[in-house]
């Protein structure tokens, strides 16, 4: 509604006299039902305590009632300029001419009359919506869908002119009597008729689309990739469903579930209606999308849900076999320790969302089930260095959702068998001696240097080496050398000096072994048969001395060296020289040369004589020579015809070592 504005002339008032206000006659004004008229006037000359001020409309035939229309009495007494007071047009007011005037109450003063004022009749505003349906007492439309909002008619005989508002904002172009309303809002009309016009109240309609979520129940083996889809193992089933509360002024949902794996002629999908899945929920167990059109009791108004996906994962019901080696006929899941086998799945794809994942059970048969680390091929090698015993073995695939474990394999792991050798795996043996080798062990059978020998005792006698081959359980072997060497038991024998005088000794020497014993292939004389040195006197020309030596192994040798007798010159003279030496005596009686006469070396001194065989025999010793031996021994016996050697000594030194030879029969 408008406001405007009036002025009064300036009213004058004196205490005893009614003063005479007057107004601008020619002033006139249009206002409309409703409308706020301002009247505006200036106070010259002071009232009364208490007093008010009030304005007056005549009727449509201007004569004044007493209909008194100001909203607020102004209570006003002394001088003052500016005064204003509002007056609301009354609704009921016809249309028509009027008069306005101001009355004051104390004292009671009566302005000039504004004449020629115009009240104007506001129009009728309604508004009536079609293709709607009640929601709770509200204008609903399904969203996508059109209502209409019509103004009403002007009475016959006038125009109307219109402007539709949303918020109350004038909506450009909107100024038909009619708006098609496709968006939810607040809604009224501007009527204007001739100098007049008047809004609507405001009409409330609202789009509505029901909601048409999709969800899926949680549940083993479903998982939520997002919002609008899942996946889960073959096998699995999920349900689909709409959820919602009902909005008020809704009373029902019906449903239909679309899918859209069909292809027109062109090759695009074309979605299409499952017969039969009209309810909000619909089981689903294989890969593809699904959708849902839902539609509200009343209004009938349809949305169609977002696609939801759901994806089906699949892994192979497969085996794990024991593959052989290239070089095996037949695959082995009995193994010795440095053996291997392998393990594989009978259905392998590579490059893919499978996933591979050993596990191995140890001991066998605990069903403690651990993953092996990087052990994630359709294949698995299994030795000792996973676990060096008997364990089980499964192969674990997974798909995203899908899980499939297969069968178990058993791999044993046969121990070697024990080998020992006995006496030891290094023997010493005399040359030419055997020794008795024997193996503790729990193998089956046995080989010696490639079958040379088999058993599990054997005589060896020649040094080497021996490489004994023990066969278990499964064929699973032990290797063990033997070596036998030969003790290195070497005589040496040596005489010092190796020629000699006859007579005289030599000293024999032996080196090798721990016990000796000398003998020799002549009668012979030893100063210690069983010493590693010995003298010895030969009664040979040429004798030859054996050294026998033993090690502490019980090892012998033999060395031998020989010995010679040489004859010496006739005479040895020692210290001085005593002249030619007799050296033969015919000890026959015959009173020539029967007896050795050294009385020119003894030359009265006490010297001692020994006689020897060549062979260094004594035969015959006296103490002081008396210059009258005849050819016999000490106790008198004739000697033999032959050479003999002599040693003539003073005082421990020896004066003449010479020989002598004897010949009875002369």
């Known amino acids: 509604m408008r406001k405007l504005l009036l002025s009064f002339a300036s009213l004058f008032f004196a205490a005893t006299a009614v003063a005479q206000s007057t107004s601008n006659a020619s002033l006139s004004l249009q206002a409309c039902q409703e409308d706020t008229i301002v009247f ?99 204008i609903t439309f399904c969203e996508g869908d059109t209502a209409i909002l019509v103004a009403n008619a002007p009475p016959a005989g006038q125009s109307y002119t219109y402007q539709w508002l949303q918020g109350g904002a004038p909506m450009a172009g909107e100024t038909d009597d009619s708006l098609f309303v496709i968006a939810s809002g607040a809604y ?40 609008d889809s899942i996946r889960m193992c073959k096998g699995t089933i999920a349900t689909l469903e709409h959820f919602s509360f009902l909005s008020p002024g809704i009373n029902d949902y019906k449903y239909q579930w679309l899918k859209d794996d069909s292809l027109n002629i062109f090759g695009q999908p074309v979605m299409y209606p499952l017969i039969g899945d009209t309810l909000p929920t619909i089981d689903v167990d294989t890969t593809g999308t699904w959708y849902l059109v839902v539609t509200s009791d009343p209004g009938g108004c349809a949305d169609t849900s977002d696609v939801f996906t759901v994806i089906v994962d699949t892994v192979p019901a497969t085996n794990v076999v024991v593959q052989p080696w290239a070089w095996q006929v037949l695959p082995k899941t009995t193994l010795c320790l440095t053996d291997s086998t392998r393990l594989t799945a009978t259905d392998t794809v590579l490059n893919s969302t499978w996933e591979y994942q050993w596990q191995v059970a140890y001991p066998s048969g605990s069903g403690s089930w651990l993953n092996l680390a990087n052990d994630t091929m359709p294949w698995l090698t ?4 996973i676990v060096a015993d008997t364990a089980d073995y499964r192969l674990v695939l997974t798909n995203e959702t899908c899980t499939y474990i297969t069968n178990e394999t058993t791999v044993e792991f046969v121990n070697f068998p024990t080998l020992a050798i006995q006496p ?50 499964n064929s699973c072997k032990t290797y063990d050398t033997l070596d036998i060497y030969n003790y290195a038991v070497v005589a040496t024998a040596t005489a010092s000096p190796q020629i000699i005088s006859p007579g005289d000794n030599t ?37 030859t001395y054996y050294i026998q030596v033993e090690d502490i192994n019980g090892c012998t040798d033999t060395a031998s060296i020989q010995v010679f007798v040489k004859e010496l010159d006739s005479v040895v003279i020692y210290a001085n020289t005593y002249g030619n030496i007799q050296n033969v005596i015919t000890p026959n009686g015959d009173g020539m040369n029967d007896v050795l006469d050294l009385s020119g070396i003894t030359n009265g001194d006490p010297c001692e004589f020994t006689v020897y065989t060549r062979w260094g025999t004594p035969v015959y010793n ?45």
């Open 40 to 138: 505006s006037f200036d106070i010259t000359s002071p009232y009364n305590v208490g007093n008010t001020f009030s304005v007056e409309m005549s009727n449509s035939s201007g004569a004044f009632t007493g209909n008194f229309v100001n909203t607020t009495s102004l209570l006003a007494y002394g001088v003052s300029t500016g005064n204003n007071i509002d007056v609301l047009v009354p609704a009921t007011a016809t249309q028509g001419v009027y008069s306005f005037r101001l009355v004051s109450s104390n004292p009671v003063r009566i302005s000039d009359t504004i004449s020629n004022v115009i009240i104007g009749a506001n129009p009728n505003t309604s508004i009536t919506a079609f293709q709607w349906f009640d929601k709770n007492g509200e």
């Open 188 to 227: 009224a009309v501007e009527v204007s008729s001739n100098l007049c016009d008047a809004t609507s109240t405001d009409t409330i309609a609202n789009s509505y689309l029901p909601p048409a979520d999709v969800f899926a129940n949680g549940g083993a083996g479903i998982n939520y990739v997002g919002m």
């Open 382 to 385: 299994v030795d000792t260095s």
């Open 424 to 473: 030891g795996d290094s023997l010493g043996i005399c040359v030419y001696d055997s020794v008795l080798v024997s193996v503790v062990s729990n193998a089956l059978s046995y080989s010696w240097n490639g079958g040379l020998w088999v058993g599990g005792q054997n005589y060896l006698s020649q040094p080497g080496q021996y490489i004994i081959e023990a066969t278990g359980i």
């Open 507 to 543: 000293t024999l020497s032996a080196t090798g072994g721990t016990s000796f014993y000398w003998f020799a292939d002549a009668p012979s004389t030893f100063s210690n048969q069983h010493g590693a040195s010995t003298l010895a006197l030969p009664t040979a020309d040429t004798t």
């Open 622 to 666: 006296q103490e002081v020579y008396n210059n009258a031996w005849g050819g016999t021994t000490d106790g008198g016996a004739k000697l033999d015809d032959g050479t003999y050697y002599f040693v003539l000594t003073h005082n421990n030194e020896i004066r003449v070592k010479s020989a002598v030879t004897v010949l009875n029969n002369i």
